[in-house]
């Protein structure tokens, strides 16, 4: 179904595939993919070439929770972040919802191996034919405790100023373009306000220093997801850092979050982004670019279907007639 699902859309200009994660440590969504083992490749490798198949092109999106991870995932241990924190709210896991656990603050001479996770997952993201990575430094998981002062209380070089806070995203993101190539290294990070427990108190200097950095290590294109708020999962009408961010970055900017036709038009034409990407909708409408680009009425999704088993809400939305 993964392969039907994602060829449907080949005709998006690009696909980011879901949360994909690196280990085990960093997965902690039920029936959520992984890419760190031989099975996983040999899983992926019919959905690339169905995709490949039918005229697209899809990266995959590297995963790590962080303290979103619960001890059921973990054979009881505890997440790790970068610091001894819980996040709030409740996890899914494969018994229900369970509060989160307080994560342990990852050691010094552990970061070095959660960089080659990073790595791994890279290289067997292209053995199972996938056109490059992205990074997920966004939505308050791994790298995104890291980033931010209200989840990180570290005291040496990963933590305190901005530029110890960045530094494990600069890490990662160098390692994972010196495997698979800068051009096929892409970043997406989320500069919008409280994301599931992870804020800061200065978003504009902390995220235009990430994306300083990320423009000297030259990836593809920097992911913003920003501004407006579903399901509780960030804050609303925050000020918009894309406009700071586009001042210092000079590669390809994607813009992303509850984005129609117009504002998509609008963004595109003042030059504030490169490209817009497009989630939810995408769900509901396998044929997206064409409705957009036709004008014609998108078809809403079914919520009650987001995260289910089988077909049903995946692969059985409707096309635009042949005309």
Not at 20 to 31: D, L, V
Not at 36 to 47: F, G, L, N
Request: aromatic share 8%; hydrophobic share 40%; net charge negative.
């Amino acid at each position: 179904m993964k392969a039907q699902y994602y060829a449907q859309r080949a005709g998006a200009g690009l696909i980011i595939a879901e949360a994909t994660g690196i280990s085990q440590e960093g997965s902690g969504w039920p029936s959520a993919p992984g890419i760190w083992s031989d099975e996983q490749v040999a899983a992926w490798q019919p959905v690339t070439r169905a995709v490949h198949d039918a005229g697209g092109r899809i990266i995959l999106q590297l995963w790590h929770m962080g303290r979103i991870v619960h001890p059921d995932f973990l054979g009881g241990a505890a997440p790790v972040s970068s610091s001894a924190t819980t996040a709030p709210g409740n996890a899914h896991t494969n018994v229900g919802k369970q509060p989160y656990a307080q994560a342990r603050a990852l050691r010094l001479d552990e970061i070095p191996r959660v960089v080659a996770d990073y790595v791994h997952a890279a290289q067997n993201a292209m053995r199972a034919g996938f056109d490059g990575v992205q990074v997920h430094a966004a939505n308050g998981y791994l790298i995104d405790q890291f980033l931010r002062d209200n989840s990180n209380f570290r005291t040496d070089a990963y933590g305190g100023p901005i530029a110890n806070r960045i530094r494990l995203l600069g890490e990662v993101t160098q390692a994972v373009a010196d495997t698979v190539g800068a051009d096929r290294t892409s970043v997406r990070l989320s500069p919008n306000g409280d994301t599931q427990g992870c804020d800061d108190s200065n978003p504009v200097a902390l995220f235009t220093a990430a994306a300083a950095a990320l423009n000297d290590i030259g990836i593809g294109f920097l992911e913003l997801r920003e501004q407006k708020d579903f399901g509780g999962f960030g804050t609303t009408d925050v000020p918009r850092v894309s406009p700071d961010i586009r001042r210092v970055f000079a590669g390809s900017l994607v813009l992303n979050q509850e984005y129609d036709r117009a504002r998509a038009d609008a963004d595109l034409a003042s030059g504030l982004a490169d490209a817009i990407s497009f989630g939810r909708p995408f769900i509901s409408n396998p044929d997206l670019a064409l409705r957009l680009r036709n004008g014609a009425a998108l078809t809403p999704d079914n919520y009650k279907t987001w995260y289910s088993p089988g077909s049903e809400g995946y692969v059985d939305y409707p096309v635009l007639a042949a005309t």
